[in-house]
């Protein structure tokens, strides 16, 4: 049974600082990311990392988030700086196996506030 449980969320001050962590089980994954959505909008694209190490990054972020993952333990973080209104969201956790099966965690709330 694959599972996916992101932690860290909370409530912040813009320009502050969180670290988000996502737990996965399960299986063995080739890539994990993390997707947000905010209140009304479409769930959108953060970051994702590569079992090699690779690493992508919405333009939004960019410059100011930085994903990282111990392959060891399934785990990926996603550490968020400078951190602005708009990153307001439940942050969720995506996961595809290396049998390119997809799962998602059930999110954690990030709330910035001005």
């Known amino acids: 049974q694959v599972q996916l449980v992101e932690s860290g969320g909370g409530l912040v001050q813009a320009g502050g600082s969180l670290r988000l962590s996502c737990a996965a089980s399960?299986?063995?994954?080739?890539?994990m990311g993390w997707y947000r959505q905010a209140p009304g909008k479409q769930r959108e694209f953060v970051a994702r990392?590569?079992?090699?190490?690779?690493?992508n990054y919405a333009d939004s972020v960019k410059g100011r988030f930085t994903i990282s993952s111990d392959n060891a333990k399934n785990t990926v973080y996603l550490q968020m700086n400078s951190l602005k209104p708009e990153d307001t969201g439940v942050y969720y956790c995506?996961?595809?196996?290396?049998?390119?099966?997809?799962?998602w965690g059930k999110g954690t709330l990030v709330t910035v506030s001005s």
């Open positions: 995506n996961a595809q196996t290396i049998g390119d099966l997809i799962y």
């Open positions: 399960g299986s063995i994954f080739s890539i």
């Open positions: 990392i590569t079992s090699s190490g690779r690493t």
